[in-house]
């Protein structure tokens, strides 16, 4: 059964703190992993890592993949206290049949960033 | 606001009630998706829609029945659940079979069963 780890569960940081988020994954058929900010309601995409070793950057999130030992991680640089959410891993692979796919998630980090 | 919509937003419903979930999305995705999130949990994947074919259920019970009338709609008709079923239920939509594209969400459904 494919398996989602992230860690830490919950982080409370200081606003203009760095923190770094980790997802490590054991899946059959890995295709990609994806990163997502979830708030209140939908979660929202912020990076898909295909390739090992290769930043994603986005403003002050940055995401990288090592598929060597399988783990992923996720930084924030200068938080702000509109960073604070939930941010989910997920990893994707196809189902047997080749038709669809699956995205399967961890169980996130809840982050909170203080004044 | 996302680009895959959902209604209702909220949802209260009896036991012996028949209701339907609806999503909508304009994007030309051809896959779609229920997903279950309870509080504080990840979303659970529930069934994919590929190419308006049922391709997974993830043993999900027969009171849960989803429909996926065309390519930019998918329902998800409730009946006879349980107050075990209250949950967020996150409609997603991707291009094709999403292995190269990322799963858009709607904003959910928050079901509550009495």
């Known amino acids: 059964e494919d398996k989602v780890v992230q860690s830490p569960l919950s982080l409370v940081v200081h606003e203009g703190d760095t923190v770094t988020l980790n997802c490590s994954y054991e899946v059959t058929n890995f295709r990609s992993l994806l990163w997502y900010k979830q708030e209140k309601k939908a979660p929202t995409f912020l990076f898909m890592l295909t390739s090992s070793g290769i930043e994603k950057k986005s403003g002050r999130l940055s995401s990288i993949l090592d598929k060597k030992e399988l783990f992923s991680i996720l930084n924030i640089t200068a938080t702000q206290t509109g960073d604070s959410a939930v941010y989910l891993c997920?990893?994707?692979?196809?189902?047997?049949?080749?038709?669809?796919?699956?995205?399967?998630f961890g169980t996130g980090t809840r982050l909170q960033v203080t004044l | 606001d996302t680009e895959v919509t959902q209604t209702p937003k909220h949802l209260v419903m009896g036991m012996t009630n028949k209701k339907s979930l609806k999503c909508e999305q304009h994007?030309?995705?051809?896959?779609m998706y229920w997903y279950k999130q309870k509080a504080k949990k990840p979303p659970e994947l529930m069934f994919v829609?590929?190419?308006?074919?049922?391709?997974i259920n993830e043993s999900v019970p027969s009171r849960f029945s989803p429909e996926c009338p065309n390519s930019s709609l998918l329902n998800l008709h409730l009946h006879a659940l349980q107050p075990e079923d209250s949950a967020l239920y996150l409609c997603a939509s991707s291009q094709d079979r999403g292995l190269n594209s990322p799963l858009h969400f709607g904003n959910g459904t928050r079901l509550t069963v009495t």
């Open positions: 829609y590929s190419y308006e074919k049922l391709s």
């Open positions: 997920a990893v994707r692979a196809p189902i047997n049949t080749g038709t669809a796919s699956k995205l399967t």
């Open positions: 994007m030309g995705h051809r896959a």
